[in-house]
């Protein structure tokens, strides 16, 4: 329950709670995998029986942008590559809610590539869903960070130079405590690792696989897809991070050679979050800081006062 839900008790959710009754529609082009996270994250805020006033979905620019203009609940639809900041502040603020933060390869892989790294280090207790197209959707489909090497596009017409980065290595090494890939074309494996994602306390980032039939016909669909978890070919222990790295190198080598592999890769249970060890230490109150802007008798210690303080 957040905490200013007017509701706060456990009730069942149906998965149309989350979509505007009125406009926007979305505007998504047909065949596009963005509607695929959408379905996912209605369906998996109605499982676990949230209501949209208990959840707020941060995004970036970009198609992946456009997802809380669809998802009925808080929303903050930022710049470029500033998904995580916004929804840093706003758990910090109330962590009775729900936050989800998304945007695209290049959005997050790319502009905010720094903001990516140090939110998994912290370990904040957010979800992070990154769609993951291979290249830059909105702005008519130039090479992003994960494009494969030689894609062509208008930016790089003699192929891209550059090996991709590695997203879900990159996610382990930083310190995600959780870190999952599915796609678009995986509709109940995608609802599943979104429930678990945000059911996990700390951070938790799922790379989500998004076609995009537009700009980047010569992708692969994603299909057909393997759930490493479920296949008898791949044995590993994800709570073991070295197993899961090794794991997370197959997959991002088998991708760009033709096989799609998806599933929980790194699952650590144990290590708090930033918000229980800033708890722990003292730093942070248990109360929400957000309440304290309606508690009328509560003294705002300003920086600046202090700061002029210091230097009386
Ligand atoms: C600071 C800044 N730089 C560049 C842009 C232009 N821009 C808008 S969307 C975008 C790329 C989006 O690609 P991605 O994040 O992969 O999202 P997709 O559209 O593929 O979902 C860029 C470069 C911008 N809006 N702001
Ligand atoms: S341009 Fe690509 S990513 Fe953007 S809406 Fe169309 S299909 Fe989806
Ligand atoms: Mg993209």
Same mark, same amino acid.
């Given at each position: 329950?957040?905490?200013?839900?007017?509701?706060? $008790?456990?009730?069942?959710?149906?998965?149309? $709670?989350?979509?505007?009754?009125? $406009? %926007?529609?979305?505007?998504?082009c047909p065949g596009c995998g963005d #509607?695929?996270?959408l379905k996912a994250l209605k369906g998996a805020a109605a499982e676990l029986g949230l209501s949209p006033d208990e959840m707020m979905v941060?995004?970036?620019?970009? *198609?992946?942008? /456009?997802?809380?203009?669809?998802?009925?609940?808080?929303?903050f639809h930022t710049i470029h590559g500033r998904s995580l900041p916004i929804a840093r502040a706003a758990k910090l603020a109330n962590p009775g809610l729900t936050v989800v933060a998304a945007g695209?390869?290049?959005?997050?892989? !790319?502009?905010? !590539?720094?903001? #990516?790294?140090?939110?998994?280090?912290?370990?904040?207790?957010?979800t992070y869903i990154v769609f993951n197209n291979e290249i830059f959707g909105l702005t008519k489909g130039q090479t992003s960070p994960t494009s494969p090497m030689g894609h /062509?596009? /208008?930016?790089?017409?003699?192929?891209?130079?550059?090996? %991709?980065?590695?997203?879900?290595?990159?996610?382990?090494?930083?310190? =995600?405590?959780?870190?999952?890939?599915?796609? =678009?074309?995986? %509709?109940?494996?995608? /609802?599943?690792?979104?429930? $678990?994602?945000?059911?996990?306390?700390?951070?938790?980032?799922?790379? #989500?696989?998004?076609? *995009?039939?537009?700009?980047?016909?010569?992708?692969?669909?994603?299909? %057909?897809?393997?759930?490493i978890n479920d296949s008898d070919d791949y044995e590993f222990d994800k709570t073991n991070r070295s197993e899961a790295s090794e794991m997370m190198f197959e997959t991002e080598n088998a991708l760009h050679e033709g096989t799609v592999l998806t599933g929980r890769y790194y699952v650590d249970e144990d290590r708090p979050s930033y918000q229980q060890e800033k708890q722990r230490i003292g730093e942070m109150p248990e109360e929400p800081l957000a309440e304290r802007y309606f508690d009328d008798s509560y003294e705002w210690e300003r920086t600046f006062d202090n700061f002029l303080d210091k230097h009386k």
């Open positions: 329950m957040s905490a200013f839900s007017a509701i706060g $008790e456990e009730t069942e959710q149906d998965q149309n $709670e989350f979509t505007p009754g009125l $406009e %926007p529609q979305p505007t998504w #509607f695929g996270v941060t995004t970036g620019i970009g *198609c992946s942008g /456009k997802l809380n203009s669809y998802f009925n609940s808080y929303g695209g390869d290049g959005d997050g892989y !790319g502009i905010g !590539g720094n903001h #990516f790294m140090h939110t998994a280090r912290e370990n904040h207790d957010i /062509k596009s /208008k930016t790089q017409p003699h192929g891209s130079a550059k090996t %991709p980065l590695r997203p879900l290595s990159m996610s382990l090494n930083a310190g =995600a405590s959780y870190v999952a890939r599915t796609a =678009a074309v995986n %509709p109940n494996q995608a /609802k599943d690792i979104i429930v $678990e994602a945000i059911q996990h306390d700390g951070f938790s980032h799922v790379d #989500f696989l998004t076609q *995009c039939p537009t700009w980047n016909k010569d992708a692969r669909q994603y299909v %057909p897809y393997i759930d």
